[in-house]
């Protein structure tokens, strides 16, 4: 199991994780939550207490990594799968993206 801090303009929204292989959760932090004047991190994703699940990775976070020649260099940089969505965006997502939302690995989670 793979978690990551979800942040929004810099702050923590909610966790992202990767139960297994087949099986993501993406959830708002109570705090966050209870904050009116915080915003969704996405359409997708209106603000409830509930926990998303998706068998595969989360199209709006799937859609926050590269593609093509550049997903195969970075995979071949960062020494990660090519076909590890997850790890790829545990590596890249971490301060220049395009958008309010930006990723922190949890070390251990």
Not at 21 to 49: C, E, G, M
Request: charged content about 25%.
């Amino acid at each position: 199991m793979r978690t990551m801090e979800i942040h929004h303009n810099g702050i923590f929204a909610g966790t992202l994780t990767e139960e297994n292989h087949n099986q993501f959760v993406f959830r708002y932090d109570d705090n966050y939550f209870s904050d009116s004047s915080k915003p969704a991190i996405s359409l997708t994703f209106p603000k409830t207490k509930k926990e998303y699940r998706s068998a595969f990775l989360f199209p709006f976070f799937f859609n926050m990594l590269s593609e093509g020649a550049n997903r195969l260099l970075q995979s071949k940089h960062l020494r990660i799968d090519e076909e590890d969505s997850f790890g790829l965006l545990m590596a890249t997502a971490q301060l220049d993206t395009i958008g309010a939302v930006t990723v922190k690995p949890i070390p251990g989670k």
